[in-house]
């Protein structure tokens, strides 16, 4: 049964924007923690954003700050990934992720400690 439904991938032109959704439902709904993974052949899993849904704290990493943005609705269900001046090196599948733990044991990029996974949507940006 999937318990996060992702959307809105697509392509972009460099310097575009695109905006991921992903809707838990479920077990998934009392995550603690949602993060956005990417994943491309040949390279590691990257953390790219994470959000406390308790207090809304987020995390990036570096490689995004400033140009992506991790954002929750007023339920606390729907997680939102929007991504400007977007570059090539951007695309990637894109997987939404929830974690049941108050604290992360190593760090919140690894996916370690992530229950809940999503089916991934393609960004693509050239």
């Known amino acids: 049964q999937v318990q996060l439904v992702e959307s809105g991938g697509g392509s972009a032109q460099p310097g575009g924007s695109l905006k991921l959704s992903c809707t838990a439902v479920?077990?998934?709904?009392?995550?603690?923690?949602m993060g956005w993974f990417r994943e491309t052949p040949g390279k590691e899993r990257e953390g790219v954003a994470v959000?406390?849904?308790?207090?809304?704290?987020?995390y990036y990493a570096d490689s995004v700050k400033g140009r992506f943005a991790i954002s929750q609705d007023n339920a606390k269900t729907t997680v939102y990934l929007q991504m400007d001046s977007l570059k090539a090196e951007d695309t990637a599948m894109y997987y939404c992720?929830?974690?049941?733990?108050?604290?992360?044991?190593?760090?919140?990029?690894?996916?370690?400690?992530?229950?809940?996974w999503g089916q991934g949507t393609q960004v693509t940006v050239s």
């Open positions: 479920g077990s998934a709904s009392k995550s603690r923690w």
């Open positions: 959000i406390y849904t308790m207090a809304g704290s987020t």
């Open positions: 992720a929830g974690s049941e733990s108050s604290v992360f044991r190593t760090s919140w990029s690894t996916g370690d400690e992530y229950g809940f």
